[in-house]
């Protein structure tokens, strides 16, 4: 059975922290991507990498990076969080090659910003 | 660039009544379209897609959508739900040349009546 995993479920912060998620598929798939939910606003792009240490910016990259150092894993990073980083953040993956692949989703990473 | 619209936030309905959620969309060139779903606590999962070919595609679990480019609109529909159907439904597009990007709605919350 296919997989992404997310390293936590709810996640409590400070403003200012540095904050890192970390997402980890099974499927040896080569892309994959960051998105964050908001009510009303659906899923936006935040990041996207195509392979290895490859790293595309999507819609909304202020006030992140990410990182790619095995293909399995893809991190992001709140260098310094604020609270209007307060929301639910889901990581993706689906195979190389045609653009209408299915990506497959983690379960989320509900994170606060206090 | 593509764009999504969901036109209705939520949806209320008895259980075993008909549904239709709307979802138009926006695009300068040809475009795949999917549905996904984001059952309560769960990242979203592939509910039907439409590539080519016919324009009315189905899902497992009774649902279906069509493919109009007149209107281009691709809205979902079930003739009966249950209240297992219970989410949010999220409609996408992207375009032959997207490379893997995938542009979502803002989302669709239905929620079934007994």
């Known amino acids: 059975d296919v997989k992404v995993t997310q390293s936590s479920r709810y996640l409590v912060k400070r403003t200012g922290e540095k904050v890192f998620l970390e997402c980890v598929q099974d499927m040896d798939h080569e892309n994959m991507f960051w998105y964050r939910q908001d009510p009303g606003l659906g899923l936006r792009l935040i990041y996207f990498s195509y392979d290895v240490k490859m790293k595309e910016k999507g819609d909304i990259p202020e006030g992140y990076s990410v990182s790619r150092e095995k293909k399995e894993r893809f991190s992001l990073i709140l260098e310094s969080a604020s609270t209007n980083q307060t929301s639910m953040y889901l990581c993706?993956?689906?195979?190389?090659?045609?653009?209408?692949?299915?990506?497959?989703f983690g379960p989320g990473t509900r994170l606060t910003v206090l | 660039a593509q764009s999504v619209t969901q036109l209705d936030s939520q949806v209320p309905v008895f259980e075993e009544a008909p549904v239709e959620l709307r979802c138009n969309y926006s695009?300068?060139?040809?475009?795949?379209l999917f549905w996904y779903v984001q059952y309560p606590n769960q990242g979203l999962q592939l509910l039907l897609k439409y590539l080519s070919g016919s324009t009315l595609v189905e899902s497992i679990n009774g649902f279906e959508a069509e493919f109009n480019k007149s209107q281009t609109s691709f809205h979902l529909r079930k003739p009966s739900v249950h209240i297992s159907d219970t989410a949010e439904y999220f409609c996408?597009?992207?375009?032959?040349?997207?490379?893997?990007?995938?542009?979502f709605g803002s989302g669709t919350r239905l929620s079934i009546r007994p």
């Open positions: 996408a597009v992207t375009g032959y040349s997207s490379a893997s990007k995938i542009i």
């Open positions: 695009s300068s060139v040809s475009v795949y």
């Open positions: 993706a993956s689906s195979p190389g090659g045609e653009t209408y692949n299915e990506q497959f």
